[in-house]
């Protein structure tokens, strides 16, 4: 009998693999491995020497660290059709919320990933239990009406850990506007982020709040 050479052995058995994950749905718990490339809005992790594509928020792509890192990833696979997408996540409380989003009609991976994007989970969580819809309404593709939908929808149902004050709910909300704002500066999504995480959390006011991002991101507004 002919031996498969390691190559098409690897082939055969991730051919075996993907159609047992069409055929039994999300069966991917999680993957260990290092990043071995970051873009806009997916990493590719190293396992095996096998590179896995997965799509994740900003927040987490922050979060889970540069390229070369081993990490674990929590994951969701997606499949519709001829479509087999995997979603990573940096904890399982990140996970919860995305398929809780994505259980809301007319909301779907990317929509959730999206709004993962606006802010950390525990405040979506706290935005989406006290009705605030504006907090998820800033996220890329999704109006109004879905914001309110998923407000409705998931208010109180959602057992995630999210205690958060009303004065640090409108401040996450203000840091949304202040991230938008240094985007339309020059900076990139995930540096705004960055700049926005280290100002000083005794400042409130949005004015002082931009000053101090734009001293930690060394940048300076035109005109000054």
């Known amino acids: 009998?002919?031996?498969?050479?390691?190559?098409?052995?690897?082939?055969?058995?991730?051919?075996?693999?993907l159609k047992l994950c069409y055929n039994k749905g999300n069966m991917i718990s999680f993957?260990?491995?290092?990043?071995?490339?970051?873009d806009g809005n997916f990493l590719v992790l190293d396992v095996g020497r096998v590179g896995f594509k997965l799509y994740c928020s900003q927040n987490t792509l922050q979060e889970l660290g540069p390229e070369g890192k081993t990490i674990t990833v929590f994951t969701y696979l997606h499949v519709r059709?001829?479509?087999?997408d995997l979603y990573g996540f940096a904890n399982l409380e990140e996970k919860a919320?995305?398929?809780?989003?994505?259980?809301?009609?007319?909301?779907?991976?990317?929509?959730?990933?999206?709004?993962?994007?606006?802010?950390?989970?525990?405040?979506?969580?706290?935005?989406?239990n006290t009705g605030n819809s504006d907090l998820i309404s800033k996220a890329s593709g999704v109006g109004c009406k879905t914001a309110q939908r998923i407000s409705l929808e998931l208010k109180?149902?959602?057992?995630?850990s999210a205690k958060q004050s009303s004065k640090t709910l409108n401040l996450l909300e203000?840091?949304?506007?202040?991230?938008?704002?240094?985007?339309?500066?020059?900076?990139?999504?995930?540096?705004?982020?960055?700049?926005?995480?280290?100002?000083?959390?005794k400042i409130t006011n949005f004015n002082a709040r931009l000053k101090d991002a734009l001293k930690g991101g060394n940048k300076k507004v035109l005109g000054e």
Request: charged content about 20%; aromatic content about 4%; overall charge neutral.
């Open 156 to 160: 109180g149902k959602l057992n995630i």
């Open 31 to 38: 993957l260990k491995g290092k990043i071995s490339q970051k």
């Open 97 to 128: 919320l995305f398929e809780a989003l994505i259980s809301v009609s007319s909301v779907g991976p990317r929509s959730a990933i999206n709004i993962m994007g606006v802010a950390q989970t525990n405040a979506l969580v706290a935005a989406i």
């Open 81 to 84: 059709d001829d479509i087999l």
């Open 1 to 17: 009998m002919q031996k498969m050479c390691p190559h098409a052995e690897l082939a055969c058995g991730l051919s075996i693999f």
């Open 174 to 201: 203000q840091d949304v506007d202040l991230e938008e704002t240094l985007v339309s500066l020059g900076y990139a999504k995930s540096d705004a982020k960055k700049a926005i995480s280290k100002i000083d959390p």
